[in-house]
């Protein structure tokens, strides 16, 4: 999969309003997509929001939003350090009358204020600079609102990628009680696909859907699907081979040896991330109720069974996961990549939904990558069906206590005899280099 980087032929506007800054912690990092763009004949002129911060001087247009104003009041985090609202939520924002007031006024989402602001910057940077294509990105499903002004402003062609589902398996739950609400964001939804030029979906079950719901915009839809970069620091384990370009050999392997976990030790099970803090429908309580349950009927399973919870916890949360679990807490990104080093299996908590999941989140993938076996407590969808074909672990449905007990014994079972999954297929499909070329290739389309 080689390939060496052309000279930029081509120019997209990057419509993404989740860009981190270019540098943190020291490390050189760019959002997905853009840092592979040159390897197929484009540059990249980024359009994000100024809530979170940036640097001067790292190419972003960082447009002005109001509620980054009121992210930094309510959050002391955001106020010390405006990239930690980025990665940081305030607990109980989600909740009460300012959630209510919200759900009614700011639709389809909480980031419709960055729309004026980006839009003005976004215009200016088209009549400034001469580009070739429109691409935005969602969620926040505002920003492909924000790409249907600009299409419309300069007549400029335009994909739009939606990273999760609109409606069809909602990140907001309102849109499953409120019928009205639900009826205008439809209608949204139809304008954005009428209008853009082609349409993109990380999963084949999203992809399935906006096909049946929408026929006659069939021929626009493209699936790209989330994926994992071992240049932002992605563990591979020894020998394993993503493309010719990044292999783990045995120096690489040698360094990273004081990290791994010992044989005849303990299960390490390790979840890095939120649960409700990112997704209010997801818990890990099933779980901790099960381990405790274990440790209640024999205390032995204490010893064999370690769990790691790393990132930020509701108190709820931590009060289920005290004197049963081990609490991290947030920490950054090279921190939490050391603790999927040192695990056994990595744990995926999704939540069972009427449908079969459309969402398979990027750190399943950067999982995959560590080369560990997978616990994926989810309903049947795309997560499930990604596990099952890679022979990457168990799946277990993640309201299913019984279950899941039973799916500890099994992988303390595997761990003891030293035969636990390991993924067989190959994982180049997913490497981010490879999904760009899949992306620019929709580019080459509309542009063509």
Known sequence: MTQSPVA??????????HFPPMRSAGVERS?????????????????????????????????????????????????ANPQAASRTRTPGLSAGWLQALRQILLVPDGQITWLPGAAWSGLRALR?????LIYTTSPPTSSHLLGRL????????????????WLYDPLDPALLRMPYRREFERRLEASVLAEADRIVTATQISADDLRLRYPQQAHKIRIVTNGFDPADGTPLPEGLVIDDRTRTGPQEAEALADELPAPGGPLRLVHTGSFAYSHPQRTPLPLLSALRRLVGLELVWAERLQLTLVGELSPEEQAAAKGI???????????????????????VVDHRRPWPASNAPGKLFEYLAAGKPVLALCGPGEIENLVTRLEAGICVAPDDIDAIDEA???????????????????????HRRELTRQLTACFDEVIG
């Open 408 to 430: 500890l014994r099994d992988l303390w079972d595997q761990h003891e005899q030293d035969r636990l999954p390991r993924v067989k297929a190959s994982l180049e499909p997913f």
């Open 128 to 132: 400034r600079q001469s580009m070739d």
């Open 31 to 79: 959002a997905k997509f853009v840092r592979y763009l040159p390897d197929f004949g484009y540059s990249a002129r980024v359009l994000s929001t100024a809530a979170f911060g940036g640097e001067p001087g790292d190419g972003v247009l960082r447009a002005w939003e109001p509620l980054g104003l009121y992210r930094r009041w309510r959050n002391p985090a955001a106020r």
């Open 150 to 165: 600009l299409k419309a402003q300069t007549g400029l062609p335009w994909v739009a990628d939606f990273r999760d589902a």
């Open 8 to 17: 930029p032929e081509r120019s997209v506007l990057f419509v993404a309003y």
């Open 325 to 347: 679990a081990r609490v991290v807490g947030a920490v950054d990104r090279a921190t939490a990549l050391g603790f999927q080093r040192r695990a056994d299996v990595l744990l």
